[in-house]
């Protein structure tokens, strides 16, 4: 562990290097993880997203719902189908646009379940046509609280300004971008404002399972198949897959800066043990001469290795998870990702990845040592 | 504290290089007894240094046998010659091989920490060989902070920590000015006088090979000539 002080510069710009690049690793797996927990909540949801197949700007009529509701009687698959309209409004004089949204009033609550409406909040959200649901990260920028009320102006046609009251604000992640309000307080406004229009962008439908889901998929594309209303139907993680991947492949580009973040620290590292080898051969010749036995010094070597590794990995990781912990990015709208927390799978894994690190770059020039012929070297050195 | 004696029959030593035999040792035959200071003198690739790993069990010959004590070392494998060197020899370099990362009291425990000991004990052997060379005081110094001839006191001890029973020297003055060359004989000699210990010395220096009882040349690998002297008593108590 004494040899690391060696060369304090050269160990030290080794560790930087090794430190840098495992912190944005940490930030990289951790929005991966991110990715995979949101995922998995929407799959639990059990929502299939239904919109026009050509765009989702192409609105559908009102009476696909209708027509949704009648493939299933029963409701032995389904639980609930709402309407959703785009709203896209933003606060006046600021240039943000909050992801806003009309749902139907009477199945909002349902479908979107994982909102956690108490009762009274569901019996405020029937009464108050001017009532909305606030996810946390708009609410925190604004300083939107329960009560409070707000105007949001839309971006789109008719270009409405609407009054809201805040019923709710949301504490889960994944809903931590949105905003939601009453679909009739919209279509009210805009045909006050002129614009007859009660069509919905897509459809969320709540399902009882998931082959409940795949079935119904197939069932309302072939109902709509052909017609000026053709659907495309989706799971939610589909869905949402649509907005990332117009940003980019981010989940495979994270993957990849991951591996190679990886690779150019093993060779770095790798670099710096066989330099460090190379000006040690002599005093490793007189450990063999003093009776050290050649595994033993391999294992000097490895160690050596593994400790470099391990305390660039701290001072890398060690900072950039602490930083992610105290003051995680809010705000964020990379798709479903409205945060970035803190993995600790990242954070465990960063540091196995670091000791493997360590170990492999660590081999060959522990195997040198171990095979050093110490008369030789002895020689060399006079 | 004592010495080895040390017996070489008909050894010879070839190397091979792109499949050129280049014999270095051929045929030698040497006795030396336990507690004796020897020198070996001779040109270079006359087979000084080999003879000495020969001995140090650094390398073990193409033919014939070395004993040193009840030790056949020709027989041993590298594994056991390791073990053995590690309790049984102790190697002073012309270039000191200090670790420049370590104190002179840790690269003086180096050889223990190949034995079942407790650092306790391990701290005692350690005072005990640097007083010995005179550096006591400075135990906690780095080999940058310490002179040549303090770093080759320092290897010295790094050599006796472990009594061995024979120190093998590779031209240890090689480096060093007259004052401190004296003061490093001086000091061998002392481990030699008082405390048995059985010394080889390899030297290109006829002054440093005055303060050996034997010196033998060697030239092309057979000891040519060897001469004889009294006992050179050791001087006062090292000084740092």
Redesign the interface.
Known sequence: M??L??NPLRMGLTAVAFALPMAIFVAAISFVVTLGEVAAHFQRQLRLGVHHRTTLTNPLPEGVRRKIEELDPERSRLTAVCGMRWFGGRVPDTQNTITSLGADVDTFPTVYSDVEMTPEEIEAWNRERQGCVVGGNPATLYGWEVGDRLVLESTVPPYLKLEFRVLKVLDNKERANFFYFRRDYLVESSKDAGLNDPRCNVFWIKCKSQAALRSLQQEIDALFANSPDETRSEDENAFVANFLQAAGDIPGLMRAMAVVVVFVIALVAGNTMMMSFRERT??L??????????GRVFLIVLAESVMLAMFGALIGIVPAATVLYLFPPRGLAVGPISGLEVSWIAVGGSFVISLLVGIVSGLWPAYQAMRLQ??RA??R?? | MSGADIELRKVHKVYYKDRLEIPVLEGLDLDIAAGEFVVLMGPSGSGKSTLLHLIGALDSPTAGSVRVGDARLETMSERQRTAWRSRHVGFIFQMYHLVPVLTAAQNVELPLLLFKMSASDRRERVKTALDIVGLAERADHRPNQLSGGQEQRVAIARAIVTDPDAILADEPTGDLDAKTSTEILELLNLLNAEFGKTILMVTHDPRAASYGRRTLHLDKGVLSREETRAVRPPAAAASG
């Open positions: 004494q040899n002080r060696r002599p005093e010749a007189v450990f063999k001469a003093i009776g050290f036995q050649s110490t008369t002895l020689r050195t006079g």
